[in-house]
């Protein structure tokens, strides 16, 4: 897909699809290693790498913080600083990562 930023009505579609349909849980934890501990995930902050234990994830809420360093957001936060890419950039990989583009064209095409 060609990602066209004055195409509105597709970015916000990808964008619903993400959030609906990617976990946070899943892609921190490509890049650090999460333990549940009551309802929150815990592990190393991938961004401070400091191993105090307050780097959380809420799976329920879809989000995440590093009381350490101040880090914290969605999938869509954590792509970018992780990356170190644009919003764009980070919609793009994760549509190209969990195969968004093609699950939100057939819906669009039923």
Do not use: W
């Amino acid at each position: 897909m060609d990602y066209d930023e004055s195409n509105d009505a597709k970015m916000i579609e990808l964008i619903s699809a993400a959030k609906s349909q990617v976990k946070i849980v899943e892609i921190i934890s490509e890049h650090t290693t999460l333990k549940l501990k009551g309802k929150r995930y815990v592990g190393i902050c991938p961004f401070c790498r400091h191993e105090d234990g307050q780097f959380f994830t809420v799976s329920k809420e879809e989000r995440f913080a590093c009381y350490t360093c101040g880090e914290g957001g969605d999938i869509f936060n954590f792509v970018q600083k992780f990356k170190k890419v644009s919003f764009l950039e980070a919609l793009r990989i994760i549509v190209d990562k969990y195969d968004l583009d093609s699950a939100t064209e057939a819906v669009t095409n039923s």
